[in-house]
């Protein structure tokens, strides 16, 4: 989770030094219904204009390691949703 701060400066810049993990997830906390797994979690004092994204795994690892040479890139699948934006009323 981040803050929306308005236009960027440098559009080569890939960081947002607001951003933090809130929460991380493992199939423990999910529950099943029909077809989907679903996580309820409730952001709690969100209070300025912000942006959530979801990264996951099939991995046991909490941030994605470059490959080893000759290692299967299709063991280790990493997914990024787009961001889902929070716009705060005044």
Not at 8 to 30: E, G, L
Not at 54 to 79: I, V, Y
């Amino acid at each position: 989770m981040g803050e929306i701060t308005g236009p960027v400066i440098d559009r080569d810049a890939d960081t947002n030094p607001t951003t933090n993990v809130i929460a991380r997830f493992s199939s423990d906390d999910w529950q099943t219904d029909g077809e989907y797994r679903v996580i309820n979690y409730t952001i709690l004092e969100v209070n300025m204009d912000s942006y959530i994204r979801f990264r996951g795994t099939n991995s046991m690892e909490l941030e994605p390691e470059k490959n080893p040479l000759g290692e299967s890139p299709w063991t280790e699948l990493w997914f990024y949703s787009n961001p889902i934006f929070i716009e705060m009323e005044q």
